[in-house]
C-alpha cells in the first residue's frame, strides 16, 4: 500500500464534496431536490461542476493506486480494474458536460455504475485478507451503500416520470423553472446523496489503507 496515494484519495473526496456543497450556494436557481447534479453546468459555475468531476476521478484512481499491492486474487485485480474505469468515467464528466449527450452518458454509465461494481469486489475480497479483518464490517457497509444509491436513484427517477406523466400528460422537452403540483421530486436528493455515498467508499478504504500502512 502506498500512503501517499491513500491521502489524496482522501483529500480528492473531500474536496469533490466540498465542491458539490458548493455549488447549492453559488447556483441556487437549481431546486436540489430534482434537479440533477450535472445540471450545474448550465449555470455560471459550470467550471466547479468540472473541477468536482476531476477531484472525484483522482480520488477514485489515488485509491486504486493505495490498495494496489493488495491485489492478491483475481476479483480484486478486476475490482480494482474496474474502479480505474469509474474514475475514466467521472473524470470524464469534467471535459464533456450534460450538453454532451453520448460522452456524458457514457462517463456517467462508467462512474455510476461502475463503481458499485468495483466498491463490491474490493471490499469483499480485501476482507478476506487478515491484514483487513478489523475493517471487513466498514468496507461492505459502506461498498453496500453504493448500490443502494444506485436503487434508490432508479426508483426517485422513475417517480419523477410517473407523477410527471400523471399530471402534466407527458414529460416536458426542458425542466420547468417549478415542479408542477402533484409531481414528486426527489431524485435529486438521490442524485447528491449518490455522490456522497461514493465518496464516503473511497475515503473508508483509503483510510483504513493509511492506517494499515503506518501501523
Sequence with gaps: MTLPAGRVAIGASAA??????????????????????????????????????AAWGVSSWALAGAIWSEARTTLLKIGLGVLVLAGLGEAMAAAFDINHDE??????????????????????????????????RTLLWTANLTWLSVVLLVVTLALLMVTFNQVEGGLPTQPPEVLPTGVIGLVGW???????????????????????RTA
Excluded at 461494481?117 to 487478515?130: H, T
Aim: hydrophobic share 60%; charged share 10%; net charge positive.
Design 190 to 212: 438521490a442524485n447528491r446523496l449518490l455522490v456522497i455515498v461514493y465518496c464516503v467508499w473511497v475515503i473508508a478504504v483509503a483510510w483504513e489503507s493509511t492506517k494499515l
Design 103 to 136: 460522452l456524458h452518458s457514457l462517463a456517467g454509465a462508467l462512474g455510476m455504475l461502475g463503481l458499485p461494481v468495483a466498491a463490491m469486489l474490493i471490499s469483499v475480497n480485501l476482507g478476506l485478507n487478515s491484514r483487513w479483518c478489523l475493517a471487513k
Design 16 to 53: 469533490a464534496l466540498m465542491l458539490l456543497a458548493s455549488l447549492h450556494v453559488l447556483s441556487p436557481e437549481f431546486d436540489p431536490s430534482w434537479r440533477m447534479v450535472s445540471e450545474y453546468a448550465n449555470g455560471r459555475y459550470g467550471w466547479v461542476l468540472s473541477l468536482m468531476f
